[in-house]
């Protein structure tokens, strides 16, 4: 058995195994929706893996080589690792949930060159890691829906490549790319790569473990053979690739000839779906998980469905975490099932397990389950403090093995036999360990490590924090006590004791009124620490103290901070509340507030998800704790009410448990809902409603008065709330007829009853009011002749300056929405990646009115033709129609995947069309609430916007398939269709002549109306831009583009010739926009950003440089312009409002034009 272990790979086992089992469902993946499942035999494993291995030999012929691997779980999954596997080259995955600062230190730290990235998340790699690190889009390889990606390095590459073009002359593809390390990282002596793994951040820094074939082959041996597999079993692959336990899920499968099912990661954070899926639809027979994932399926379902009698289930193997005991694994069982139950201990350094043990549970009732007898290959010792081998008694594991050696860190090479320490103790007892725990600060938090001191450290480092402490309190709950760097801040006395109290919800005013309150410090920190570290590290609870106690010896005397704690959580106890409906409503909503971390002020909507909220499995948990303590009672099913239901269910829920004994008034058979005074129980919210003022800065502080009001009053009652849900506010709808939409890509409507003139004339005389009332004051502000960008020498001396500035909390990637009307309400809407989608006044930047969507907002919003409703899709996969005013929900429509794609409004028959990553385009009637039509697009998802020829009633539609469709927008029936190679990320862009759009493969092409292709101009880049077009009514008709290549390009429409280009500071992603210069002496003027952060505005007839201005973040958002104002989202949190003016003094012009 050593020499199998010795020579075999994995990828040569699964190669075996497809031999004896061509014709079988090698692999399944179910996406829980409409469309069913979708599955791939071995024959067709192999044969996609091998077109895979196939292109990425091509880059280098070379061996050793890492390939980095950036995708979500799906049916091409399998194959791709064994694509990358077959090179021979190892994989290395990149989680796109993760914080891209844990994955830089990845690729950095194992040299990474190239990596493969799922075709629709191309733009989500290069938009989080080109800040970090050089990027270059290589190829598309379509029929494998991947991309790949170089990485340059920026230390040695350029002399790398030069080296070996001089070596290898320039006819051949130098070997530096995909580049081997089998040298620096000692890969020789240890075996062939297989894999590349990192610890978890909070550990300390992350440490990258590289695992030989040699090192995880004996672990797919043996426990294939304890666990009995056969090619008709159907194996669950529940572990995320980037935590090893998914190797031995997918290897176990594929080299035995049995099924491998996936899922998608959102699927198995709902119990209910999750085993739905796995025992009713699929027989699932092999289960691998952590307790805790097993623990939310709950008492009722796992005794019912996952452990019945009758269950599919053969294996369950627990692992990552303590094993439960035999009395609860036993009262999880339906008597009569035979499910065989494993615990597996291991460590990610020595790749994966170590030790297994059968547990049997028909007798005996043991509290600590043995650890079990090592694996093959495997040697376990127990060592004393001193270092001793212990026989009997207590000491730490250290694991090893002479072949189960991985390469952790900077190690070069690791003698054979190495035995690594755990931190894991354990009580020796006759052959069996036990395990005790951890003696140092090292736990473990949902089956990841957490380093205690290591996440003291860092909040250390944030610039709130002047000192902390951090304790797991009863082995669950995360506390942090804080020393706020500013004291004032926040802070409160416990009134029954002098010791360091928790603060309070509400902030201390501030010394000065003229300014917002601060936003509450414990959101600052939980905001911070969730853009540095997993979920699992992040805080159940900060708690802020005066100072830190200190016992005698010096050290902080945690004994106390814990007294704390309990003093807080038992004023959050509530000794009577269950006397009271309205008080057990208030209490709940104090918890779930707490729970996600929310200000005091924020609403809970009797929609809102925990989940869509921005919950997860650990909060989720944290609220059940609070709710269970806080009320003095255990109620049954809670945990599955948290994760698959509404704050209403939830209310339900306790309230039928709590009550039951009292339901004796005229109200208790009434739904808590119908009980509420009747304007509280209308306003329903899929999410937590809008955050208070005090969540945004601004350049130019608000009045006093108005600030004043905006925090200490409450929301005026809207319309939206007193009429029925059912129809759209008659008043409401009134107030926005006449007005002027403005969207990215120089797209302006003008709709309602005010004709277009009469509205442009009044607001061109506001602009103008503005600029005589406003130059002043921009001259007396030190920001913004700081923020002041100066244009070309000669020019009409046009300058940027930035009016206002608006915090969403997270990048700002989508394009703003303008909606101007004849009421003065002109306003700006844009989402963010905080999932937050903001209302804001045109002019002063003040905050209308905010919501929190279900996910990230990349889509750029639209408006309904009634002007009435705001339209955005998010990555919730949720398109949502809400009020204007308000932020209200009038409906949210449900796709089957996130929707990035921006909606168009058809203004003839009031349709809102949009495309989804489902693969779908839809037609939704905002009125009547329904979906008109869908058509699915061939394949790919539809990442860019549809485009609507009004005059020829062609919706245009391109997708990440490579396919430009030409739909009737009343039907949605096929008009055309032209297939390409390459994915459009670009949105197509309609003109009287033609419909012209980018691609991914250089290029930017002109087809005529009827699908012929009528030019196509060729570019040094990728083309993520959208074009922009000149009206209609202009005799040149000229087409704006900018590419991957740092240039902007002005074609003709017509043949597709160029006119002009401009290079720019950075890659453009964004769509230009053109718009009228006459105020400034000037004809057409044409703006656009580039990735650097730099905003252009040029002559649209010569593309000379007119001015220009450097944010401080990379602009991926598109600017819009009307008038005077110009308005772009910013990767460093902000939307900016940038007034164009006239400057005082020309300043030569930088040489920017070609």
Not at 298 to 306: A, D, F, K, P, S
Not at 572 to 578: A, G, W
Not at 679 to 690: E, G, I, L, S, V
Not at 833 to 854: D, F, I, K, N, Y
């Amino acid at each position: 058995m050593r020499t199998e272990m010795c020579e075999t790979t994995l990828h040569e086992m699964v190669q075996k195994a497809a031999v004896c089992h061509s014709g079988r469902i090698a692999v399944t993946f179910d996406s829980c929706a409409a469309v069913g499942y979708v599955s791939r035999t071995y024959s067709e494993l192999l044969s996609a893996a091998e077109e895979l291995t196939s292109l990425l030999r091509i880059r280098d012929r070379r061996q050793e080589r890492l390939v980095g691997l950036y995708c979500q779980p799906g049916i091409n999954l399998p194959h791709w690792i064994l694509g990358i596997l077959q090179v021979p080259a190892a994989y290395v995955p990149l989680d796109p949930d993760a914080p891209p600062l844990l994955s830089v230190r990845v690729m950095e730290q194992s040299r990474l060159t190239f990596a493969v990235v799922q075709s629709h998340l191309t733009q989500t790699f290069l938009s989080s890691f080109t800040p970090h690190l050089p990027l270059e889009v290589c190829e598309v390889w379509q029929t494998q829906d991947l991309t790949l990606v170089k990485i340059l390095h920026e230390s040695g590459t350029d002399s790398q490549e030069a080296a070996g073009e001089e070596e290898h002359g320039q006819g051949e593809q130098p070997p530096s790319e995909l580049c081997s390390l089998s040298a620096e990282m000692g890969i020789g002596s240890q075996g062939a790569l297989a894999y590349v793994l990192h610890t978890s951040g909070t550990t300390g820094v992350p440490k990258t473990v590289r695992v030989p074939h040699q090192c995880i082959v004996p672990n797919i041996l043996h426990l294939r053979s304890l666990f009995q597999i056969t090619a008709d079993d159907v194996i669950f692959m529940a572990s995320p690739l980037t935590f090893d336990p998914s190797v031995v899920e997918m290897f176990l499968a594929l080299s035995s000839g049995a099924c491998l099912l996936m899922v998608p990661t959102v699927i198995k954070k709902v119990p209910s779906r999750l085993a739905t899926v796995l025992f009713t639809r699929h027989r699932t027979t092999v289960v691998q998980a952590t307790p805790t994932m097993l623990r939310r399926f709950g008492g009722r379902v796992l005794r019912t469905t996952v452990l019945c009698t009758s269950s599919s289930l053969r294996v369950l193997a627990l692992g990552g975490e303590v094993c439960p005991s035999v009395p609860v694994l036993r009262s999880w069982r339906e008597e009569g099932n035979s499910t065989r139950i494993f615990n597996l201990y291991g460590t990610t350094e020595v790749s994966c397990w170590a030790t297994c043990y059968q547990l049997q549970l028909e007798a005996g009732n043991d509290v600590s389950v043995p650890l079990g007898t090592p694996l093959m290959g495997t040697v376990i010792e127990v060592r004393d403090e001193r270092g001793g081998v212990v026989t009997h008694g207590s000491g730490q594991v250290f694991i090893g093995g002479h072949e189960r050696v991985c390469l952790v860190g900077d190690e070069v090479a690791v003698a054979p036999g190495t035995m690594r320490s755990t931190g894991d103790w354990v009580e020796v007892r006759g052959s069996h360990l036990y395990y005790l725990g951890r003696r140092d600060r090292l736990v473990k938090r949902h089956g990841q490590q957490l380093h205690l001191d290591a996440l003291q450290q860092m909040l250390e480092c944030l610039p709130q924090v002047e000192a902390c402490a951090v304790s797991l309190y009863e082995g669950q709950r995360l506390l942090a006590f804080v020393v706020p760097a500013s004291p004032s801040r926040d802070l409160q006395r416990d009134p029954s004791s002098s010791d360091p109290a928790p603060s309070s919800s509400d902030p201390t005013p501030s010394s000065n009124d003229l300014a917002p309150p601060p936003r509450s410090l414990q959101t600052e920190i939980l905001g911070r620490l969730s853009q540095l570290l997993p979920s699992h590290g992040i805080p159940d609870t900060i708690l802020l103290v005066l100072a830190l106690p200190l016992s005698s010896h010096g050290k902080v005397a945690m004994d106390e901070l814990i007294q704390v704690y309990e003093r807080r959580r038992a004023c959050h106890v509530s000794h009577d509340p269950l006397g009271d409906k309205d008080a057990l409503r208030q209490h709940l909503q104090m918890l779930w507030k707490e729970a996600l971390a929310l200000d005091g002020s924020a609403e809970v909507g009797e929609e809102a998800h925990f989940l869509l909220s921005g919950g997860d499995s650990l909060r989720s948990l944290r609220l059940c704790d609070d709710i269970t303590a806080s009320l003095g009672v255990t109620l049954l099913g809670l945990l599955e009410v948290i994760l698959n239901g509404s704050f209403s269910d939830l209310l339900n829920h306790i309230a039928m448990a709590t009550f039951q004994k009292e339901n004796t008034d005229n109200t208790a058979d009434i739904p808590l809902t119908d009980a509420l005074p009747q304007t509280q129980a209308k306003r329903k919210h899929t999410d937590p409603p809008p955050q208070t003022q005090a969540e945004r800065k601004h350049t130019d502080p608000p009045p006093q008065t108005q600030a004043k009001r905006k925090h200490t009053d409450p929301p005026p009652q809207t319309q939206a709330e007193r009429n029925p849900p059912n129809h759209l506010s008659t008043e409401s709808v009134q107030r926005h007829m006449g007005f002027v939409v403005v969207r990215r890509a120089g797209e302006v409507v003008e709709m309602g009853q005010e004709s277009a003139k009469e509205l442009l004339n009044h607001h061109r005389n506001a602009n103008q009011r503005t600029e005589s009332n406003g130059s002043k004051d921009h001259s007396n502000s030190p920001r913004a002749n700081e923020s002041m960008g100066y244009g070309a020498a000669g020019s009409s001396r046009l300058a940027l300056c930035v009016r206002w500035q608006s915090d969403t909390g997270r990048c700002v990637d989508a394009s703003p929405l303008l909606l101007l009307s004849r009421w003065g309400q002109d306003m700006v809407y844009v989402g963010s990646h905080s999932h937050r989608l903001q209302a804001l006044e045109l002019t002063t930047g003040e905050l209308r009115w905010e919501r929190v969507l279900g996910g990230r907002i990349e889509s750029s919003a639209a408006v309904t033709r009634c002007g009435a409703l705001i339209v955005i899709g998010c990555y919730d996969g949720q398109v949502y129609f809400l009020s204007a005013d308000s932020g209200e929900t009038h409906w949210v429509f449900g796709t089957d995947d996130a929707v990035k794609s921006s909606a168009t409004v058809d203004p003839l028959t009031g349709l809102v069309l949009l495309g989804s990553h489902d693969a779908h385009v839809y037609a939704l009637d905002p009125e009547g609430r329904r979906c008109v039509w869908k058509r699915q697009c061939g394949g790919g998802a539809v990442f860019s916007s549809p485009c609507l020829h009004l005059s020829l009633r062609q919706l245009y539609v391109a997708t990440l398939g490579g396919q430009l469709l030409s739909l009737r927008p009343d039907s949605g029936a096929l008009v055309w269709k032209h297939c390409s190679d390459a994915p459009f990320f670009s949105s197509p862009c309609c003109s009287c002549s033609c419909v012209c759009i980018g691609s991914m493969d250089n290029n930017i092409y002109g087809f005529c109306h009827t699908g012929q292709q009528m030019w196509k101009f060729s570019t040094n880049g990728p083309v993520f831009s959208s074009p922009c077009g000149t009206p209609a009514c202009l005799s040149n008709q000229r087409v704006f583009c900018g590419s991957h290549d740092s240039c902007v390009y002005c074609l003709d429409s017509c043949d597709g010739t160029l006119v002009w280009c401009f290079q720019t500071s950075g890659r453009v992603f964004s769509s230009p926009f053109l718009f009228d210069g006459s105020v400034w002496g000037c004809g057409r003027l044409v703006t656009l950003t580039s990735t650097d952060g730099t905003v252009w505005v040029l002559d649209a007839e010569t593309g000379a440089l007119k001015a220009s201005l450097s944010l401080p973040g990379e602009l991926f958002s598109s600017p819009v312009v009307w008038g005077r104002t110009l308005v772009v989202g910013c990767r460093n949190d902000f939307v900016y409002c940038i007034e164009l003016t006239n400057s005082e003094t020309p300043v030569p012009s930088p040489d920017r034009g070609l």
